[in-house]
């Protein structure tokens, strides 16, 4: 879904459900590399006559606030503000959005990450080292961020025959 507001269009995703306050969260969790947590991110509507309008605090981002359009619904308006939030940061999450494409692409395609230094095509398992590095590459092109110790884990199982990586 892709969204235009004063002149500036911002994609949501394909998914027919994407929306602005999905793709806030999206943009908060890739940006602070956590998931986020209850009071991370704050929406408080207040009425006006007939209308509705939300803000939005991002108490994961530093407390940035962002005010919404008046809307004719408490939930319309909470996508309004969240909107306005994904406005303010447009380049980075298009940037973000682009690291995510291109992870996708490569991942549709597994030999890619299969190659040794040759460029030699080599069944994963023999041991090549460029294979944890290519895990690494792919991790950060999804995270849209350098990858940490964390975010790749290995399990190691001791086997009769050696040791093997979960």
Same mark, same amino acid.
């Given at each position: 879904?892709?969204? %235009?507001?004063? =002149?500036?269009?911002?994609? &949501? =995703?394909?998914?027919?459900?994407? %929306?602005? @306050?999905?793709?806030?969260?999206?943009?908060?969790?890739?940006?602070?590399?956590?998931?986020? #947590?209850?009071?991370?991110?704050? &929406?408080?509507?207040?009425?006006?006559?007939? %209308?509705?309008?939300?803000?939005?605090?991002? %108490? *994961?981002?530093?407390?940035?606030?962002?005010?919404?359009?008046? *809307?004719?619904?408490?939930?319309? #308006?909470?996508?309004?503000?969240?909107?306005?939030?994904?406005?303010?940061?447009?380049?980075?999450?298009?940037?973000?959005?682009?690291?995510? !494409?291109?992870?996708? +692409?490569?991942?549709?395609?597994?030999?890619?990450?299969? !190659?040794?230094?040759?460029?030699?095509?080599?069944?994963?398992? +023999? =041991?090549?080292?460029?294979?944890?590095? @290519?895990?690494?590459?792919?991790?950060?092109?999804?995270?849209?961020? +350098?990858?940490?110790?964390?975010?790749?884990? &290995?399990?190691?199982?001791?086997? +009769?025959?050696?040791?093997?990586?979960?």
């Amino acid at each position: 879904a892709v969204f %235009n507001h004063g =002149g500036r269009s911002i994609s &949501y =995703g394909p998914e027919i459900n994407a %929306n602005a @306050k999905t793709e806030l969260v999206a943009f908060c969790q890739r940006k602070t590399a956590k998931s986020m #947590a209850q009071g991370d991110i704050v &929406y408080k509507v207040e009425r006006f006559e007939e %209308n509705f309008q939300a803000t939005v605090r991002l %108490n *994961c981002l530093g407390g940035d606030e962002f005010a919404g359009e008046l *809307c004719a619904t408490e939930r319309q #308006a909470e996508h309004a503000a969240a909107h306005q939030a994904l406005l303010a940061h447009a380049d980075e999450l298009a940037e973000q959005q682009a690291q995510k !494409r291109k992870a996708i +692409e490569a991942a549709r395609d597994p030999t890619k990450f299969a !190659r040794g230094e040759d460029g030699q095509a080599f069944a994963i398992g +023999e =041991g090549d080292p460029t294979v944890k590095s @290519k895990l690494h590459s792919a991790v950060t092109q999804l995270l849209g961020r +350098e990858a940490t110790q964390h975010d790749i884990v &290995y399990d190691c199982v001791a086997l +009769e025959g050696g040791t093997v990586a979960k």
